[in-house]
C-alpha cells in the first residue's frame, strides 16, 4: 500500500463531510502524515448577499473557524501529530484540488461523497466529482454508513 505523507481533507459541517475527516484523521494517523483540515466558503453568491448583509462573510469565517478548530483538535486527540487548517473563499470544485492540493503537495484528497450544498449538485455536479475529475493526486470519496 502506498504511503501517504500530505492528506488534505475538505470539511463543511456536514454529516458526510464529519466521516470523511474521520476516515483523513484515521489515515493519517496510521500513515504518520500530516493533516490539512480545508473548508472553503463558496463565495460566488457573496457578492450579490453582501449589498444587503455586510455580516454573512464575517459570520461564515467564524464558521469556518470554530469548524476547523473542532476537528484540528479532534485529530490531534486521535494522534495525528502535524495538523494544519485552512480556510478558503471561493468555488469548492476549484479551489480545493487545484490550489489547496498543489500549495500543500496533497498525496491523498479525502471528501465526502454529498456535503450540503444539493442545489449546486442538482444544476453543475457535485463537489466531490468535480475533485475526483480534477485532482494532481489519490482521491477517497466517503459515504455515510446505511
Known sequence: MKKYNNILVAVDG???GKRA???????AAMHDAELIIAHVVDSRTFATIEQYDRMIVSQAEKYGDELLNGYKEEA???GVTAVKTVLEF????????KTLALRFEADLIVSGATGLNAVERLLIGSVSEAITRTAPCDVLIVRNEK
Not at 21 to 27: D, G, I, P, R, V
Not at 90 to 97: N, Q
Open 21 to 27: 475527516f474521520q476516515k483523513a484523521s484515521e489515515l
Open 14 to 16: 456536514s454529516d458526510e
Open 90 to 97: 471561493g468555488s469548492p470544485r476549484v479551489v480545493i484540488p
Open 76 to 78: 490531534q486527540y486521535k
